[in-house]
T-cell receptor, first 109, second 118 residues
Framework: DAKTTQPNSMESNEEEPVHLPCNHS???????IHWYRQLPSQGPEYVIH???SNVNNRMASLAIAEDRKSSTLILHRATLRDAAVYYC??????????FGQGTRLTINP | GAVVSQHPSWVICKSGTSVKIECRSL??????MFWYRQFPKQSLMLMAT?????????EQGVEKDKFLINHASLTLSTLTVTSAHPEDSSFYIC??????????????FGPGTRLTVL
């Protein structure tokens, strides 16, 4: 499985944008980039995924580097409810997800 | 849409007993279900993948005779922890992927079941 590298933790302020980086230098051409997040004592929640082009949905935006060796999850206006562990995961279409350690995001009021 | 439920949400049992955890996709047909385990302050570890009507595929190091998985229908998968011991205490999470729910790239996770073995 191709590996991802994420910062262990990040901190941001409420109502400010948050940029969560993910490095995946060994990504293959067919690997999708998935983002999930996990709130305390809950199961993970799907956030967004993409292959080559930038993606937007109601939760976040995913910016993918042109060489696909890195990506950034963007929360446009963080709220306290966005405090969670965010996981960046590579995977082939319809294949299993292997979770790394993720980034623990803290939002300050 | 795309809701996955788990039952029970928590369970406490004595060492040596067996515990069954149910995972249901409530509003879509789950062609594939996954079972994960998560210890405190650690990430999720994939235990097994199951497709409806076929035997589960277990990850390396996961004992298939200890963690019995049944995926008998497109909406239900069960994980039975047999002869549970204190080291099996963990947060067990299922996820499901289906034909209509977000396409093949999206997994929907249940809320998890916290198992404590005394």
């Amino acid at each position: 499985d191709a590996k991802t590298t994420q910062p262990n933790s990040m901190e941001s302020n409420e109502e400010e944008p948050v940029h969560l980086p993910c490095n995946h230098s060994t990504i293959s051409g067919t690997d999708y980039i998935h983002w999930y997040r996990q709130l305390p004592s809950q199961g993970p929640e799907y956030v967004i995924h993409g292959l080559t082009s930038n993606v937007n949905n109601r939760m976040a935006s995913l910016a993918i580097a042109e060489d696909r060796k890195s990506s950034t999850l963007i929360l446009h206006r963080a709220t306290l409810r966005d405090a969670a562990v965010y996981y960046c995961i590579l995977g082939l279409e319809a294949q299993k997800l292997v979770f790394g350690q993720g980034t623990r995001l803290t939002i300050n009021p | 849409g795309a809701v996955v439920s788990q039952h029970p949400s928590w369970v406490i049992c004595k060492s040596g007993t067996s515990v069954k955890i149910e995972c249901r996709s409530l509003d879509f047909q789950a062609t594939t279900m996954f079972w994960y385990r998560q210890f405190p302050k650690q990430s999720l570890m994939l235990m097994a993948t199951s497709n409806e009507g076929s035997k589960a595929t277990y990850e390396q190091g996961v004992e298939k005779d200890k963690f019995l998985i049944n995926h008998a229908s497109l909406t239900l998968s069960t994980l039975t922890v047999t002869s549970a011991h204190p080291e099996d205490s963990s947060f067990y999470i299922c996820s499901a992927r289906g034909r209509l729910a977000g396409g093949p790239n999206t997994q929907y996770f249940g809320p998890g079941t916290r198992l404590t073995v005394l």
